[in-house]
C-alpha cells in the first residue's frame, strides 16, 4: 500500500458500487458529470428462510462485464481512469484464505440466520458491554455474528480463514492483491473501537475472533494499491491505476448526496430505506446503527430498514404482469405505470397501511422475525392503493428511524434523497409529507458512485478537499416541502403503522421460533 496521495495521468474517475442486485460502474470526470456507465448482474440465493447468501466472485464478475460495456460504448478509454474508488454494501464476511480464495457464499446485510448466536454473545459477555466499545448492538446483520456462525456450522471454511473481507475491500483485494479494512466498514466488526478508529483485540478474543481474521485499517481515501497485471487483463483497466480502499454503499452515497457538515443527512432510497446524520461527535444509540463516514473525522447516525426500492421491485416482480406486457406496447415502464395507479389514490390510502418488514427488520425494531403486512384491505381497495400504501409503510419506517435519532440527540433539518426511489416525484413527495422535513434532490441515480469516485479525487490529488469536491460535483435537481394538508391523515396512519408492530410483535417472533 502507498498510503500516499499521488497525481495521475488521466482525467477521469471511476466509481465501482457492488449493491444487492447489481453492481453499478460509472466514470465521471471533474465536475461530476458522467462520461459513461453500466451495470453488471447477479444473483442472491435464499436458501433457507431468514438466509440472504452472495458469492462475491459473482461480484467480481459483475464488475467485469460493466467495464466491458463501459469500454464497449467507446466514450471511455482505460488509459483516461486516473484512480477508482469503490463501495459496497456493509456487513458481508468473505472469508479468504492464506492463498486469497474466497472459501463460500457470504450472507448479506438482509441475513439473520445468526440470532441464537447474538443471544449467547449477549448474555455471555453482556449487550451493555458490547454497545459500549463498539457503538452498535450486536444484532444478526452484522459481521460479527456471521463470522461465528461459520466456526459453529462451518467449521472447515472456518479452519481455513485467514482474512474476513466487506464486499468493497473484496473488489479492492481482486484489483491491487492488498487486504484491507476501511475505517467506515469496520462498523460490522463489535470488537472495533468506534471512538478511537481501531481493533480492540482483548474484545475480539472475548468473543472469539481471531486477530488474523482483521485487516489493517486503513481510511477511505487511502490509495490501497495500483491495479495488478492479472486484473488488467480481467477488466480492461490499465495495469497500475491507483485504487483508494473506499467504504460502504450508503456512507459514500451520504458522500455523493452533499453530505459532509454535522447534521447533513441523506435519505437512502436504493434496496434498502433508511437514513445517515453526519455527525462531529460521537452520539450512539442502540437502536440505531453508527459508523465512521467515509470522510475522516466524521460518523454517520443511520437508520437502516429492509423496506427500501426494493418493496417496489417485489410488488413489481409479483403483481405487475399487465404493466409488463403494456410496456413493450408503449415503452412505459411498469414502474411508472405503478407510480401513475398510486397517484389517484388519496394521501393515507383510504385507510390501507403496510409494515414493510419484507426480510425481518433492522433499526430500530431489530426483529429479524417482522413480516410485512397490509392492514385495511377491502373490496374498495385496488392496485393502485396498494402501490401508494407500500410507498407510505417505507416513508413511516423512515419517520421512525429519524424520530429515534432526534430522541437521542440528533435532529435532522433537511434530507439529501438517493438512490432510485428518489427519481419518483410521488413517493420523495410521500416521505417529505411523513417525515415533516424538506427534502432536496441531487442526482439521485449516480449519487453512490459519484462518492466512490470522490474519495478516489481527493486520495490521488483531483480535489484538494471533500469540499472542493462537493461544491464540483454534487448538482441539486429538485426540492419537496411537506404539505400541511396531509399533516393529519399521515399522523393517524403512523399511529396505526406503530400499533400495528406492538401488537404483532410478540405474534412474529413466536412465528419466527417455529
Known amino acids: 500500500m502507498t498510503g500516499v496521495k499521488e497525481k495521475c495521468m488521466g482525467d477521469l474517475l471511476l466509481g465501482i458500487d457492488i449493491g444487492t442486485s447489481a453492481c453499478k460502474v460509472a ?49 471511455v478509454k482505460p488509459e483516461d481512469i486516473a484512480c477508482i474508488g469503490i463501495d459496497g454494501q456493509g456487513w458481508s464476511a468473505i472469508a479468504l484464505d492464506k492463498d486469497g480464495r474466497n472459501l463460500t457464499n457470504t450472507p448479506i446485510w438482509m441475513d439473520t440466520r445468526a440470532q441464537g448466536i447474538c443471544d449467547e454473545v449477549n448474555g455471555r459477555i453482556g449487550a451493555d458491554k458490547i454497545f459500549a466499545l463498539s457503538g452498535n448492538a450486536l444484532q444478526p446483520s452484522y459481521t460479527t455474528p456471521k463470522v461465528l456462525w461459520y466456526r459453529e456450522n462451518m467449521p472447515e471454511v472456518y479452519r481455513h480463514t485467514d482474512k474476513i473481507l466487506h464486499a468493497n475491500g473484496y473488489i479492492g483485494y481482486r484489483l491491487t492483491g492488498c487486504i484491507t479494512e476501511d475505517i467506515c466498514d469496520a462498523y460490522g466488526w463489535h470488537c472495533f473501537d468506534m471512538r478511537r478508529g481501531v481493533w480492540d483485540y482483548d474484545m475480539a478474543r472475548e468473543i472469539g475472533i481471531p486477530e488474523n481474521f482483521l485487516p489493517e485499517i486503513v481510511n477511505c481515501d487511502q490509495i490501497i494499491g495500483k491495479v495488478n497485471a492479472e486484473a488488467a487483463k480481467e477488466t480492461g483497466l490499465i495495469e497500475g491505476t491507483p485504487v483508494v480502499a473506499g467504504g460502504l454503499d450508503a456512507a459514500c452515497g451520504t458522500l ?53 426500492g426494493g418493496v417496489m421491485r417485489w410488488f413489481e416482480r409479483e403483481f405487475a404482469g399487465e404493466e409488463r406486457m403494456l410496456a413493450e406496447k408503449t415503452g412505459e415502464s411498469s414502474l411508472v405505470q405503478l407510480n401513475k395507479e398510486a397517484e389517484k389514490v388519496a394521501p393515507g390510502s383510504d385507510g390501507l397501511v403496510f409494515l414493510p418488514y419484507m426480510s425481518g427488520e433492522r433499526s430500530p425494531i431489530w426483529n429479524p422475525d417482522a413480516k410485512g403486512v397490509f392492514y385495511g384491505l377491502d373490496f374498495s381497495k385496488t392496485k393502485g392503493h396498494m402501490v401508494r400504501a407500500c410507498m407510505e409503510g417505507v416513508a413511516f419506517a423512515l419517520k421512525h428511524n429519524l424520530d429515534v435519532a432526534e430522541k437521542a440527540g440528533a435532529r435532522a433539518e433537511v434530507l439529501r434523497a438517493m438512490g432510485g426511489s428518489s427519481n419518483s416525484l410521488l413517493w420523495t413527495q410521500i416521505k417529505s409529507d411523513i417525515t415533516g422535513k424538506p427534502i432536496v434532490v441531487p442526482s439521485s441515480d449516480t449519487a453512490t458512485t459519484l462518492g466512490a469516485a470522490m474519495l478516489a479525487g481527493v486520495g490521488c490529488g483531483f480535489y484538494k478537499d471533500y469540499e472542493e469536491a462537493v461544491s464540483l460535483t454534487v448538482h441539486d435537481t429538485r426540492s419537496h416541502t411537506p404539505n400541511p394538508e396531509n399533516a393529519e391523515v399521515y399522523r393517524r396512519n403512523y399511529e396505526i403503522y406503530l400499533e400495528l408492530y406492538r401488537d404483532l410483535e410478540d405474534l412474529m417472533r413466536r412465528n419466527g421460533q417455529g
Open 27 to 75: 466514470a465521471f470526470d471533474r465536475d461530476g458529470h458522467v462520461a459513461a456507465s453500466a451495470t453488471g448482474d447477479y444473483p442472491v440465493y435464499y436458501p433457507h428462510p431468514g438466509w440472504a447468501e452472495q458469492n462475491a466472485e459473482d461480484w467480481y464478475r459483475g464488475v467485469c462485464q460493466a467495464l466491458a460495456k463501459i469500454w464497449n460504448t467507446g466514450r
Open 256 to 308: 455523493g448526496a452533499g453530505v459532509i457538515h454535522d447534521g447533513d443527512t441523506q435519505e437512502q432510497g436504493g434496496q434498502a430505506g433508511g437514513m445517515s446524520i453526519c455527525l462531529d461527535d460521537y452520539q450512539a444509540d442502540p437502536r440505531l446503527i453508527l459508523s465512521f463516514h467515509v470522510i475522516p473525522g466524521k460518523w454517520l447516525l443511520q437508520g437502516g430498514t429492509t423496506g427500501g
